[in-house]
């Protein structure tokens, strides 16, 4: 009998109401007590027979039935039969509740069979010292990035297939998950005559209910080829035994699983008989077989036990986490879903934990380097800024202003993460940041991720700084080689107060004289390493970090620890919200005619592609193809402009500028204009195959209207026959506040698709399992401030500390903790 968590806890309570009543019966001396609504009798008769819900044994559902059937007769029994009965019944429920106690602790207990221990191995051996890796074998674990025993350990499966809850065919229905074992029909592979590059593989299968077509896709130019085709053929012959496990769905065919994992199982082989069990699927390619990656894991998970424990057993206590041994055990061959999720629970702590310890060395490092120095002011930029700004500043801005100038006032340099939403305002603050930094004769750089943004923020600070006699330039891989020639020059003489620019800045040639503040904007676009070798131009730099993508503030935290974080929470006077609708591309005529009406009224209106020319691997519209329709079809009496990230810096800038003069009436692009262009007289969006899209970016697309007084509109345009019921999609149409949306998407996607798993500094699988840990992250933390303040050298963590010394690619860690 195996229980799940949710049986569990339904059979704990199901025992724990049946014992209740039991009890007050003894109380009562066995006179059949009225309840509520029935006899004590009628109760335990009915409770005793309906079981369906409790996944019991055989056993256990003939010894309750037999007790239901005496329960129907309970009144003609005497007062020590009546006795005898209920002493039996307590007896068994009491068995029961053992039986379960013992199978929820094997949640944390691993029933695979794990090999023994050699003792000429250990968790640190060479993977060729393994018994039957040879030279080729080792090989290919060495491009893995495999090279000892640990590193095998800590190689996690991407997925699992789950044959703990297997279904027959005739038990299948559409959009749901599910797992089938079943055998080879028929197989047949083609390749496709609308996609090039794709090859379609479809097996009929069959177990002794019904029969199934299963469709699995192969693309790429090495799946069309003849050797391909004979291999797959010559793996799934008639009756060959499959486990399949992915999602039904009702085709022209019938129910069909589309793409789903598929594993051939072997009955002669009982080492690998996953029946009843949840099978792990390692990212291997094709040079290595599942199956024998886990029997090579099998021989080496024994030596997970040595791996060295950074928590002590209170630690573990207070957090309930497993011990470091028996997650990774665990991870590999979990007995149950509970024991992966309790073991996923302490390998995501354990990465929140080591990166905020390492935030925290890092602050307290600066913090140990700085010296305090007094610098001669400049005049009140800031406040002749603020006099001549046409705006007055949100409460919201203010309040992040005030946190800066703090910042500025310390002798440790600032450290802040600026999170605002589409239009709140941030370059305003930026600006005056950089000013507060001028008036003590220092310089600053702007740094951003795309030179029409640099050329944006440049504009502006060309606009606000000229009058005030700050200079200002702007660098990017396109200055030519004299302008940069100069630009060198004046930077190192003190001679430039602000330099904006992309990666360009990270040049060794950019020398500044007196670097004092880095703004660096969609700071998500940067790595680490990056972001600190701009500061490194400067000592004791400060820096300001801002995005438009809204993270919510707990995995802000995680992610950039290091940083102090602020919110611009409003928007400025006088912006009309947004109205966003999801629409089919069945409906593209009625829309078209609404952009007419807008352009006759002189308004703009954007059309964004995902892709600038059309693929063979995607069915997706392509900015070149649409560009040509409209322009040649729709709107041939308007201007229709193009747009992407294709073209060289000067036609991108004559294509943005006629849309800033209102040249071109509708603007054809890609994700190119994400961010940096600020047409207020644009009030249409419309985004093609919105649905592939993540909410956070259709948020920041849909940030390019709106920017004026006028009424906008945001049409999301979705080929997808359930594009209209789109979770996602609607969680736009309900709302403009970034805020949310962010946090719904975390939700739906994952931050790894939100941050981008490098520059984000945690692997995927800890931030795959973010969304529903916020608990986990205050709690690593919080755990991380204890030991750091405690014990700020880590002389009486001796594991933890060399455990980050061992896995740190930073040097000021190997430098502070030596």
């Known amino acids: 009998m195996t229980f799940s968590g949710n049986n569990n806890k339904l059979i704990k309570e199901w025992i724990r109401t049946l014992q209740k009543s039991l009890t007050i019966e003894t109380e009562n001396k066995f006179i059949n007590t009225l309840g509520r609504e029935r006899y004590f009798n009628d109760y335990l008769h009915e409770s005793l027979k309906k079981l369906d819900n409790l996944n019991l044994s055989d056993e256990y559902l003939r010894i309750f039935y037999e007790f239901s059937k005496k329960y129907s007769e309970y009144n003609k029994l005497d007062e020590n039969q009546r006795k005898r009965l209920i002493i039996d019944t307590r007896k068994n429920l009491y068995k029961l509740g053992k039986t379960q106690e013992i199978e929820s602790s094997n949640i944390i207990s691993n029933k695979v069979f794990l090999n023994k221990a050699d003792s000429s191995l250990s968790f640190d051996s060479d993977i060729s010292l393994i018994k039957n890796v040879g030279k080729v074998y080792k090989n290919k674990l060495n491009e893995l990035g495999i090279f000892h025993i640990k590193d095998l350990i800590n190689y996690f499966p991407r997925t699992y297939l789950d044959y703990t809850n297997r279904v027959k065919i005739i038990n299948l229905k559409p959009d749901n998950l599910y797992t089938c074992i079943a055998n080879v029909k028929r197989f047949y592979i083609h390749k496709s005559k609308k996609n090039s590059n794709l090859s379609i593989m479809n097996i009929v299968v069959y177990d002794e209910t019904s029969s199934i077509k299963v469709t699995k896709f192969f693309l790429g130019r090495r799946f069309r080829s003849y050797s391909f085709f004979t291999s797959q053929k010559s793996l799934y012959t008639a009756g060959t035994k499959l486990a399949i496990s992915g999602k039904v769905k009702l085709t022209e065919y019938g129910k069909t699983f589309v793409d789903p994992q598929i594993e051939i199982l072997k009955d002669n082989n009982d080492n690998y008989n996953f029946s009843g069990k949840i099978l792990p699927l390692y990212s291997l390619g094709e040079a290595l077989s599942n199956m024998s990656f886990i029997k090579l894991m099998k021989k080496v998970l024994i030596y997970a036990k040595q791996y060295p424990e950074i928590l002590n057993k209170k630690q573990l206590d207070s957090l309930s986490l497993l011990s470091k041994g028996e997650s990774l055990i665990n991870i590999h061959f979990p007995p149950t879903q509970q024991a992966l999720i309790e073991s996923k629970k302490r390998l995501v702590f354990d990465e929140l934990f080591l990166l905020q310890i390492k935030f925290l060395l890092r602050k307290r490092k600066t913090n140990k380097n700085v010296t305090s120095q007094q610098l001669p002011q400049k005049k009140s930029l800031l406040k002749e800024f603020l006099n001549n700004f046409p705006f007055e500043l949100t409460k919201s801005q203010e309040n992040v202003l005030n946190e800066i100038k703090k910042d500025l006032s310390n002798p440790v340099p600032m450290s802040r993460l600026l999170q605002g939403d589409v239009g709140s305002g941030k370059t305003i603050i930026a600006i005056a940041s950089l000013l507060l930094v001028i008036e003590k004769n220092l310089q600053g750089a702007f740094m951003v991720p795309t030179e029409v943004l640099a050329e944006q923020h440049y504009k502006n600070l060309l606009k606000y700084l000229n009058p005030l006699l700050v200079s200002v330039e702007l660098l990017t891989g396109n200055t030519p080689q004299k302008k940069r020639k100069e630009i060198f020059s004046n930077l190192n003489n003190g001679l430039v107060d602000i330099l904006v620019g992309t990666h360009a800045l990270f040049e060794d040639k950019v020398i500044f004289n007196a670097l004092g503040m880095v703004v660096i904007d969609e700071q998500h676009r940067f790595g680490v390493t990056q972001r600190n070798r701009l500061l490194n131009k ?133 994700t190119v204009i994400e961010v940096g262009i600020d047409v207020p007289n644009a009030t249409i969006m419309i985004i093609y195959n919105s649905d592939r899209f993540g909410l956070s970016q259709l948020h920041q697309l849909r940030g390019r209207v709106g920017r004026g007084s006028t009424k906008s509109f945001c049409y999301l345009v979705t080929s997808d026959k359930n594009g209209l019921e789109n979770k996602r999609l609607c969680v736009l149409q309900k709302s403009n506040d970034g805020f949310y949306i962010a946090e719904k998407d975390l939700e739906l996607r994952g931050p790894g698709q939100i941050l981008g798993y490098r520059q984000s500094g945690l692997p995927d699988f800890v931030l795959d399992n973010l969304p529903n840990n916020k608990f986990l992250i205050d709690k690593a933390r919080e755990e991380a401030i204890k030991i750091v303040s405690g014990d700020p050298d880590l002389k009486k963590n001796i594991v933890l500390r060399n455990i980050l010394i061992d896995n740190s690619d930073n040097k000021f860690i190997h430098d502070f903790l030596n």
């Open 538 to 670: 400067g000592d004791n730099t400060n820096l300001l970090s801002m995005t438009a993508t809204p993270i919510p503030r707990t995995l802000a935290l995680s992610i950039y620890g290091d940083l102090d974080v602020s919110q611009i929470t409003e928007l400025p006077p006088g912006r009309v919200p947004i109205t966003t609708k999801i629409i089919s591309e069945d409906n593209l005529t009625n829309l078209f005619k609404i952009v007419e009406d807008e352009i006759n009224k002189g308004k703009q209106a954007y059309v964004i592609l995902p892709l600038i020319e059309d693929s063979e691997k995607m069915n997706l519209s392509s900015a070149k193809k649409t560009f040509k329709y409209l322009s040649e079809e729709v709107f041939f009496n308007k201007k229709v402009g193009l747009l992407h990230g294709k073209l060289s810096s000067q036609e991108k800038n004559e294509v943005i500028n006629s849309f800033l003069k209102n040249e071109i009436n509708i603007l054809v692009s890609t």
